[in-house]
């Protein structure tokens, strides 16, 4: 599935695809609901695996409709 997903991610550069891979923040609450830390997440290859498949998903759907 990785080897998969990374051809998918190279059709969608080649396509144009713009990547904006931004940092999101992953907030951590004590048992009071206040925020005791913020760090950065960072996704990893399973939800870009996640991420292409479903992409290509919906192009799939979306074409069979069209048609």
């Known amino acids: 599935m990785n ?3 990374n051809l998918l ?3 969608k550069i080649d396509r144009g695809f713009i990547f904006f891979d931004s940092v999101s923040k992953e907030f951590e609450f004590d048992n009071h609901g206040e925020i005791e830390s913020i760090s950065d997440y960072h996704r990893g290859p ?3 695996l ?3 498949f479903m992409l290509i998903t919906n192009e799939t759907i ?3 409709f069209y048609w």
């Open 3 to 5: 080897t998969l997903s």
């Open 50 to 52: 996640i991420e292409n």
């Open 9 to 11: 991610q190279q059709k």
């Open 62 to 64: 979306a074409e069979k």
């Open 46 to 48: 399973a939800e870009y």
